[in-house]
């Protein structure tokens, strides 16, 4: 256990009191107990709460500009069987930033081993956190300046981390209709998705 510090926002209080390592496998899960500030006035009872130590996640989505194609990547996703017929998502390319700063570095090397792709220039989109309820992690999102019009597609993956990918380019037009079919409807691809949309006509590419 380790003893965490108090903290103070807007003069609400927040203090975590102790954490312990309750499982640490693959992912690890940590928990907290903490009390806090009440709206309505006085401090709450000690709360129990297991929370998902995953680390923070980079994605991009690679953009074609001249041809206005983007960039998906196929892969299974065990988790969507339960709400889905398949657990085959099309997802922007991404990976675990395992603890580096250098979060282009990770967008970049996410990129050829998922797509067989070398990044240039990169426009950071956004941040945020996926499930903050449950786990502590955070994603950011980049745009990448591609040229899908010469480009070869394929399977890829590293076959020790059990990847097995397919790269697919579709319109602009062709994935903002499946977003909103919503057979896109993983986060990072949704936000990416909708963030093009909004920025597209503001950016200006090399």
């Known amino acids: 256990m380790k003893e965490i510090s108090q903290y103070n926002r807007e003069n609400l209080m ?8 309750l499982y640490d496998g693959f992912f690890k899960i940590e928990e907290y107990v903490f009390e806090h500030a009440l709206f309505a006035g006085g401090v709450s009872e000690p709360i129990r709460r297991e929370i ?4 923070h996640a980079v994605a991009v989505l690679p953009y074609d500009p001249v041809s206005d194609e983007i960039l998906l990547i196929e892969q299974i996703r065990i988790g969507a069987l339960a709400t889905k017929d ?3 998502l099309l997802e922007c390319i991404a990976g675990m930033a395992e603890g580096s700063d250098d979060l282009e570095a990770v967008a970049r090397k996410e990129a050829q081993e998922e797509a067989g792709l070398d990044l240039s220039e990169l426009h950071y989109m956004r941040s945020y956190l996926s499930s903050p309820g449950g786990t502590t992690e955070r994603l950011y999102l980049y745009l990448a300046q591609v040229n899908l019009r010469d480009y070869q597609g394929g399977t890829f993956g590293l076959p020790e981390e059990g990847e097995d ?3 697919h380019v579709m319109s602009f037009d062709e994935a903002i209709c499946r977003l909103e079919s919503e ?11 909708q963030w093009l949309a909004l920025n597209k006509s503001k950016l200006s590419f090399k």
């Open 52 to 55: 998902l130590e995953r680390g």
């Open 86 to 88: 398949s657990p085959w």
């Open 165 to 167: 990918i397919k790269a």
């Open 183 to 193: 057979e896109i409807d993983n986060a990072a691809t949704v936000i990416s998705l």
């Open 14 to 21: 927040f203090k975590t009191s102790e954490n312990r390592v």
